[in-house]
């Protein structure tokens, strides 16, 4: 399936009141690695037991973020680094596919049959301490009007794990809906698709 019109601009940079958003890039390597080890048990659950292994290093995490900025160049994928404003601390990070890479991720043979091209599947996830805060809302809420504003993608969906009950929550306090259910065999789990009430 189609991913991104090829004549679309691809926007730079995201402003919340307390967070920027940027491609994800190899000079934010040790932020990104900070956040991520901080908040390693719920990025389990997030990622199905997949990442972070309990001996991820920063080497391993340089790798992942020379092919996330391999793939947004490309405009095969899109990452982006959650910050502070100064840019001091990373507190989480946005990943932007389609329905291809969202299949592999998640273990499907194909997509759902009323899937579409030019859909973008989002994943997030914000370190421990940003949820004291509530910056996953806020986050989400702004990357809503940033893609409905700034993005050329027909449909904005958000897949996230069934094992994380806050990230149902704040999606559907945004009123975004259940759309999509798919149970994985390997490791078992349940992901979910929101999005706009159809």
Known sequence: MRFYPEDAPVPATLQTERLNLTMLAPEHVER?????MSSQAR??????GRWPSPDF???????DMLRHSREHLAREAFTFTVMNHDETRCEGCVYINGWDGTCRD???????????DFDAIIEYWVRDSALENDLDHELVSGLLTWFDHEWAFDRTLFRL???LPRDVQTLEALDLVRLYAFETPT???????YGAPV
Do not use: F, H, K, V
Request: charged share 20%.
């Open 57 to 63: 290093t920063l080497a391993q995490n340089m790798d």
């Open 32 to 36: 990104d690695y900070d956040a991520l």
């Open 161 to 163: 794990n069934l094992d």
């Open 43 to 48: 990025l389990n659950l997030w990622s199905g």
């Open 106 to 116: 998640i273990r499907l043979s194909e997509p759902p049959a009323d899937a579409r």
């Open 187 to 193: 490791p078992p789990g349940t992901y979910y698709i």
